[in-house]
């Protein structure tokens, strides 16, 4: 179904640019590797583990709520409407894939841990 070529849509003006290992072409979007950690005090990305990109959520994996809760704070770092995305495989599990429809490449900076600050 998806395809992982050497180098972005973008590689043809920025030769070797390339997407996040996590991320794969897919006709009519982008398709992306997640592990999910439901229960976390808030959402957020927290970097890449065995290429899945490693999504914290403010959620509990009970009656769908942390399917829900990855589905709408990927679509919003995608700048995409949570219709926009879905959740292809995974629902029952801790690693998913999720579908992300659009024509443009996402911002993968955005996909990016928050950077912590020492006191």
């Not at 972005?8 to 992306?32: K, L, M, T």
């Not at 899945?52 to 589905?71: G, T």
Request: aromatic share 6%.
């Amino acid at each position: 179904m998806a395809e992982r070529p050497v180098s972005s849509a973008a590689g043809a003006d920025s030769p070797g640019e390339s997407w996040p290992e996590y991320a794969v072409r897919a006709a009519n979007g982008w398709e992306i590797l997640v592990r999910a950690q439901p229960g976390a005090k808030k959402s957020e990305f927290a970097g890449v583990l065995d290429g899945r990109l490693r999504v914290r959520l403010a959620a509990p994996a009970v009656e769908n709520k942390a399917n829900r809760e990855l589905v709408a704070f990927v679509a919003k770092a995608a700048g995409l409407r949570a219709a926009k995305v879905r959740l292809v495989s995974g629902d029952a599990g801790r690693q998913k894939r999720l579908f992300l429809e659009t024509d443009i490449e996402p911002d993968w900076s955005r996909f990016a841990p928050p950077v912590r600050h020492s006191p």
